[in-house]
Every structure is written in structure tokens, then in C-alpha cells.
């Protein structure tokens, strides 16, 4: 008896399948229309999701850069660039040690983070009218 020749198949990158690429562009396409039409927005989570060896890199190339980013320090530092699609938002939040704890797609006419809070406004406020005072007394 003859021993078997069993082949190998190595699988490269290249090999692995698109179609969680093509899926989630397939989503951020609805979940944008949904924004044009009544301005519903929405986010994907990006650390929950499956990606095969490499997908994560090919989303990134599919969604590209678009005109506006943002850089925020706060507890930890974040990165908020809008894509090639505007309304479509890549936001990536990172801890003190630099790790990632946040990474999202946030379908929106500009992320939350980047919004200021009534807090701070009214705080700004306080400060702008002491600032004011302070002018007129000197």
C-alpha cells in the first residue's frame, strides 16, 4: 500500500473573503440614506464585529479620507475623521496607555463628542462674563 499525499493549502490574506466588506458598506449605505432622508443617525461598533485577517484595513481603504478631523484629549486621546462619505464619521477612542477601547462609525451629521454640552456652554458663559467684567474695571 501507497502512503497518501495529503495536499497543504496555505491561505494568504488575499484569500479571505470580502463579504463582511461589502456587508457593512451595504449597512453604512442604508444607515446613511437614513440620515439624508430624516436625519435618524447611527454608529457600528467596530470592536464587535468579525473581520477576517486583513478586513479591517480594507475598510479603512474603502471609506477613506474626507475633508474634516479632529484630534480631542480627554482622559485619553481621540481621532475623529470624517470619511470620503461625508455624514460618514470613523471615531477612534484611545486609553492613557494608547490602546484602543473605541472604534466606531458614526453615521451623523458631526459625532457627538465634538458637540458642546449645555454645561459647558453655560460654563463658557460664566467665565466669558467674568472675563467682561474684568475688562470694564481696568
Do not use: C
Request: net charge negative; aromatic share 6%.
Amino acid at each position: 500500500m501507497k502512503p497518501q499525499t495529503i495536499p497543504i493549502y496555505t491561505q494568504t490574506e488575499a484569500d479571505y473573503s470580502v463579504g463582511n466588506i461589502r456587508a457593512l458598506l451595504t449597512e453604512i449605505a442604508a444607515r446613511l440614506e437614513r440620515l439624508a432622508n430624516d436625519g435618524t443617525s447611527a454608529s457600528i461598533d467596530l470592536n464587535s464585529l468579525p473581520f477576517a485577517p486583513g478586513e479591517y484595513e480594507r475598510l479603512r481603504h474603502a471609506l477613506g479620507k474626507g475633508e474634516v478631523s479632529a484630534h480631542i484629549e480627554a482622559i485619553g486621546p481621540s481621532e475623529i475623521t470624517e470619511t470620503r462619505y461625508p455624514g460618514v464619521w470613523w471615531v477612534t477612542h484611545y486609553n492613557v496607555e494608547g490602546d484602543i477601547v473605541a472604534d466606531m462609525l458614526e453615521i451623523t451629521t458631526a459625532p457627538e463628542i465634538l458637540s458642546s454640552q449645555p454645561d459647558d456652554i453655560r460654563s463658557g458663559l460664566a467665565l466669558l462674563h467674568i472675563q467682561l467684567k474684568e475688562e470694564v474695571q481696568q
